[in-house]
């Protein structure tokens, strides 16, 4: 297995020549093999072991004996205990879950702060074939039933090819000691039901079951590559980026067969759960929404237009004392005395300085907002600006007014008010930016 592990590097995995390895050793026999493989081949490695004291003094007992082997080879070791059953209740997280995220959020961290490159996993074959399906039983799409990958970021996974009796048959020839978990055992869990249950069968059923496997996912990850090329292709057609935002053209989009499947690829990255909300909203009318927990899909008119979701924020209110003010919360806005020609754009105005008060403030709007529109007879209320403006909701949730005491001085980037214009008989004008 040495020499096929070996070939299967330098094939696979090059690029972890001279790089900084942090090996996750839980001290079972996969990841007691995936050690003594690359300490055998020389690699720059350090170990890391995680302590997540569920099964008391045998916890304890994996934890010593992860420590007495990395002292024995002389390697760099991190060791850490979570109370994993605090941060699941804390978290409503299943145990299962509280311990990934626990993990893989401190492995990180090693990265980082220690400058490593990679952090490698003992996940193999076997591992590959439960994962599949449980995800198959659950319900899943394409995605789901590709495998765990070999590499994602800076995880790698060199031991997939290979199945748990090739590991424990190398572990037995070359006398590497492991700890069994005795949870391992038990039927409490559903992977576990279906390594002592089903897997047993399907190898029975078919002696080569694992090689056929193999070529499943192989020409499952193909027809995903396949997918992805042609989801981005699509995306260049229907979506633009715009500052935060992407917008997405729902007239291109709808002459596209199975534009669900397409949605659902831009989108599943973003934590949407609500699929059927999504596709509904590009029939529904303008300004309903659609929430994740990081991000907001809003349906305006032919579009659909996905930002970050932001804390509301209608009360923030920023004062501005004096002229020759520079603001740079919540934009950069410049006031300053002004003498010679306009120079007149939408990120200017100039307005006379004894028609307004300070403190100046900036708001965001509210309802029942009137104000008297630059080039316009009489007021109007702002709501209503907003619609003849074609105004998303996102738009008008991120519009800054300009104001002095209660009256709009300006509706920032879009529209002065007519009471604070300058005439030719002005004394003295005062020139607003927004930069």
Request: hydrophobic residues 35%; contains cysteine.
């Amino acid at each position: 297995m040495l020499t096929k592990f070996q070939h299967h590097i330098e094939q696979n995995f090059s690029q972890l020549k001279d790089k900084k390895l942090l090996l996750a050793v839980s001290g079972g026999v996969d990841s007691m093999v995936l050690l003594d493989l690359f300490y055998k081949l020389r690699f720059d490695i350090c170990v890391v072991h995680c302590n997540f004291q569920l099964r008391g003094k045998e916890s304890d007992g994996d934890e010593l004996f992860v420590q007495v082997k990395s002292k024995k080879l002389k390697v760099k070791s991190y060791f850490i205990r979570f109370d994993t059953e605090k941060y699941s209740k804390e978290n409503k997280l299943s145990i299962q879950i509280a311990a990934r995220k626990l993990r893989y959020n401190w492995f990180q961290e090693l990265l980082s702060e220690n400058q490593l490159d990679y952090l490698v996993t003992a996940h193999h074959l076997d591992d590959n074939v439960e994962t599949f399906l449980i995800n198959f039983t659950r319900g899943t799409g394409l995605e789901g039933l590709t495998g765990i990958p070999t590499q994602n970021g800076n995880i790698i996974r060199p031991l997939l090819p290979f199945s748990r009796e090739e590991i424990e048959n190398y572990a037995l020839e070359n006398k590497i000691q492991w700890r069994e978990d005795s949870s391992n055992a038990s039927d409490k869990y559903f992977r576990n039901k279906l390594r002592h249950d089903v897997v047993p069968i399907l190898k029975e059923l078919n002696t080569g079951f694992l090689s056929s496997f193999q070529k499943t996912i192989s020409h499952l990850n193909d027809t995903k590559g396949m997918a992805d090329d042609a989801s981005y292709i699509v995306y260049k057609e229907v979506a633009t980026e715009i500052e935060d935002t992407i917008n997405f053209d729902l007239n291109k989009l709808l002459q596209i067969p199975n534009y669900k499947t397409y949605l659902h690829s831009f989108l599943k990255q973003y934590d949407f759960t609500a699929w059927n909300d999504i596709y509904d909203l590009v029939t529904a009318q303008s300004g309903k929404q659609v929430f994740s927990n990081t991000h907001v899909l809003l349906k305006d008119r032919n579009k659909l237009i996905l930002s970050e979701r932001k804390a509301a924020s209608n009360n923030e209110v920023y004062f501005i004392d004096s002229i020759e003010s520079k603001v740079n919360i919540p934009l950069k806005l410049s006031i300053t005395r002004f003498s010679g020609g306009k120079d007149v754009n939408s990120n200017c105005i100039f307005v006379d300085e004894d028609k307004i008060k300070f403190p100046l403030t900036i708001r965001k709007w509210q309802e029942g907002d009137e104000f008297y529109p630059f080039g316009m007879t009489g007021k109007k209320k702002l709501s209503k600006y907003f619609k003849d403006e074609k105004y998303s909701l996102l738009d008008k949730e991120n519009q800054w007014l300009l104001c002095s005491a209660d009256q709009i001085v300006w509706v920032i980037g879009k529209r002065a008010d007519n009471r604070f214009k300058t005439q030719k008989t002005t004394q003295n004008i005062i020139k607003i930016e927004v930069k």
